[in-house]
Every structure is written in C-alpha cells, then in structure tokens.
C-alpha cells in the first residue's frame, strides 16, 4: 500500500512557475513508476509526466513537453514537477499517481496506475 499527498498548487499569474511535490509513505517508493496527470472542469484526467522507478526514464505530453520537468527523490519518497512558463490552459486539479512494476514502465493511461493523491489545484490567471 502506497499514500501519496501532493503539494505546492496554488495560484500564478501567465507565464509564471511552481513546483508540485507528490510524498509517498508505505512500502517500496523505488519500486513504483509515478506519474502526475491532471483534470481541468468538464473533462477527463489527462497524463501529463511520468518518471520510472529509478528516474532514467521520462515520459511528457506534447502540451507540457518542454516546460515541465519530473524528477523524483527516492531517498526522501518525492516526487517532484517543475512547471515553467504556465499558461491558462494549464489551469487544473494536478495528481499524482504510483504504479508498481519490476520493470521501468511509465503509463500515460490513468486506469494503470494503482494509488493515487488528493490532487492539488493550480489555477493560472491570465
């Protein structure tokens, strides 16, 4: 079993930056590929970044490639997304989600991902 709290949401103004953290707690972080989808109102919950179990591997949507940054930390159980030069259209609940796999594996459909957060809401003014 895997909790996960996500963190760091918050209100910005176009163009401006934040930092999500997701904090796991239970069994076996590093064992776990992470993602971070997100929904905005009225619509399904999209893949947005994901990382593998030990970080080598990096998987973004077109709509943030180049703007976002995943990273994780397992010795501290984060994981992390660093997002960049936000615009309106990022507006929406941000979540984090664990899959477990014995393989370096990064899903970009919600409905294989085991555990999942709260979310956090990030809401970009324009």
């Known amino acids: 079993q895997v909790q996960l709290v996500e963190s760091g949401g918050g209100l910005v103004q176009t163009g401006g930056s934040l930092r999500l953290s997701c904090a796991a707690s239970?069994?076996?972080?590093?064992?776990?590929?992470m993602g971070w989808f997100r929904q905005a109102p009225g619509k399904e919950r999209e893949f947005a970044a994901g990382?593998?179990?030990?970080?080598?591997?990096?998987e973004y949507a077109d709509s943030v490639k180049g703007r976002f940054t995943i990273s994780r930390d397992n010795a501290k159980n984060t994981v992390y997304l660093q997002m960049n030069n936000l615009n309106p259209e990022d507006t929406a609940v941000y979540y984090c989600g664990a899959v477990f796999k014995l393989r370096d594996y990064v899903p970009r459909r919600s409905s294989e991902y085991d555990y999942w957060g709260h979310g956090t809401q990030v809401t970009v003014s324009s």
């Open positions: 990382i593998s179990r030990g970080g080598t591997v990096t």
């Open positions: 239970g069994r076996a972080f590093s064992l776990h590929n």
